[in-house]
């Protein structure tokens, strides 16, 4: 079974300042990670994600996350946070080996980030 | 490039009433397809998913159906709404070598 956990329901920061949404997961084999961000009444949209290779991905919008794998993790990260960043965001993991050949993703519960002028 | 689309874009249905919303994929063939559902701004719940035409998997128990009548198209529908189906509906669709999802804009039902 696979699973993600994003620990915090909701993160505030002030515009400028760095901002880091935290995401574990737990797979059986080696993970897929991604990361989608939603606008309210919105469908979720692509960030960015990790399949293999270099740990630290660059994805849209100057967001970036870093993969660890003996902390089991893949938190979102962006040097300079905007009031435009503001969304709710999701992680999701898929096992390499999924049922079925459904290649389903599971996802976190959310985090809410809110930017503060 | 492919684009998903989803309608419509919001719903009032009242309880007992029948349910039928459409997702379309252009672009691609063989997508697999899965239908969503976010409670309260939140968490997603997988209902549905198709990895082609007629086969549907279910991951859980409820009020709704899926199907999907051909290559690039995925329904959502029930016989006789319930109150517990209010929710945010999203069409997902994955290329078949399958690494991120793509999303389609959802559908707000309320049913009243």
């Known amino acids: 079974a696979q699973s993600v956990a994003q620990p915090e329901d909701q993160v505030n920061v002030a515009e400028g300042n760095p901002l880091t949404v935290k995401c574990t997961y737990s797979?059986?084999?080696?993970?897929?990670l991604f990361w989608y961000v939603q606008y309210p009444n919105r469908g979720l949209q692509f960030l960015l994600k990790?399949?293999?290779?270099?740990?630290l991905v660059k994805g849209s919008y100057g967001f970036e996350a870093e993969f660890n794998k003996s902390q089991t993790s893949f938190h979102l990260k962006k040097p300079s946070a905007l009031v435009s960043d503001s969304a709710l965001y999701f992680c999701?993991?898929?096992?390499?080996?999924?049922?079925?050949?459904?290649?389903?993703?599971?996802f976190g519960k959310g985090t809410k980030l809110s930017v503060i002028p | 490039s492919q684009t998903i689309h989803q309608w419509p874009a919001t719903l009032v249905q009242p309880v007992g009433s029948p349910l039928s919303l459409e997702c379309t994929v252009e672009?691609?063939?063989?997508?697999?397809l899965y239908w969503y559902r976010q409670a309260a701004g939140r968490g997603l719940q997988l209902l549905f998913y198709?990895?082609?035409?007629?086969?549907i998997s279910s991951e859980v128990p409820q009020n709704l159906s899926a199907s999907r009548p051909q290559d690039r198209q995925f329904i959502l529908s029930s016989k006789k709404l319930l109150l517990s189906d209010s929710g945010f509906y999203l069409c997902?669709?994955?290329?078949?070598?399958?690494?991120?999802?793509?999303f389609g804009q959802g559908t707000r039902l309320t049913v009243v």
């Open positions: 672009g691609t063939s063989n997508p697999n």
């Open positions: 198709s990895v082609g035409i007629g086969q």
């Open positions: 797979v059986s084999g080696n993970p897929y």
């Open positions: 997902a669709w994955t290329p078949r070598e399958n690494t991120e999802a793509f």
């Open positions: 990790y399949i293999t290779g270099d740990n």
């Open positions: 999701a993991v898929r096992d390499v080996f999924s049922k079925a050949g459904s290649y389903q993703l599971t």
